[in-house]
């Protein structure tokens, strides 16, 4: 596996549903993001937590971190058809000599109307 | 509010050919990137800049590759001849600190 992996690869719901996404990564990190990105599109930041915090949220988005399961889930609240994108968790690791994100593979998100 | 400025947002280019992709980063950022994905797989680093100079580049970014800041504002990728597996969406970051802010992306076809 490589780091900043999520799971599942694509996930599909209705209107109304919560989201889950789940990123797991491999070493020690700084922080970790997560970015959306419509079709084709840019990556908009989403949110960013620090190794030294365990929950963060933002509007319908929460995030929690856990450093020990090197793992972090994002969840999105009564999501809307608008929310339909993939979703990336990139990680800063501790290594890190230039501030480079290392991002996973994604979870494609549809939220059917 | 700040964005990251792109251009252009789709170019194609025959094999061969050099190409340099153009980005404007936020004006009070100090670390710059480029990072690139192709079609369908996951967005991969090729370099950081950092005080007028490279400061990590991934094995991606090879000899064919070059970054520049020429003036104060533009931070430009050259390709120096370009192969078919260089086609990707291409994208430039750019961050004071930490959350790193990105462009739109310019996405090249190499035919």
């Known amino acids: 596996s490589q780091q900043g992996e999520e799971d599942p690869q694509a996930l599909s719901i209705q209107e109304g549903e919560n989201a889950t996404m789940n990123c797991s990564y491999k070493?020690?990190?700084?922080?970790l993001q997560w970015y959306r990105q419509n079709s084709g599109r840019g990556l908009v930041h989403l949110i960013l937590?620090?190794?030294?915090?365990r929950e963060k949220h933002s509007g319908r988005l929460r995030v929690t971190l856990d450093t020990s399961k090197k793992s972090s889930s994002l969840l999105i609240t009564a999501s809307r058809a608008a929310d339909t994108a993939s979703y990336f968790c990139?990680?800063?690791?501790?290594?890190?000599?230039?501030?480079?994100?290392?991002f996973g593979q994604g979870t494609e998100l549809s939220v059917k109307p | 509010e700040p964005e990251v400025t792109q251009t252009p947002s789709h170019q194609v280019t025959q094999m061969g050919q050099e190409v340099i992709l153009r980005c404007v980063p936020i004006?009070?950022?100090?670390?710059f990137y480029w990072y690139r994905q192709i079609l369908g797989q996951k967005v991969e680093f090729l370099v950081s800049?950092?005080?007028?100079?490279?400061?990590?580049k991934s094995e991606i970014f090879d000899d064919q590759f070059s970054v520049e800041r020429p003036d104060g504002s533009n931070f430009t990728l050259k390709i120096r001849s370009t192969k078919l597996e260089d086609s990707a969406m291409y994208f430039c970051?750019?961050?004071?600190?930490?959350?790193?802010?990105f462009g739109s992306g310019t996405r090249l076809t190499v035919v």
């Open positions: 990139a990680t800063d690791p501790v290594w890190n000599q230039g501030g480079k994100l290392i």
């Open positions: 070493t020690s990190i700084n922080n």
């Open positions: 937590i620090r190794s030294n915090e």
């Open positions: 004006s009070n950022h100090l670390y």
């Open positions: 970051a750019s961050t004071e600190r930490t959350a790193q802010t």
């Open positions: 800049f950092y005080n007028n100079e490279i400061s990590e």
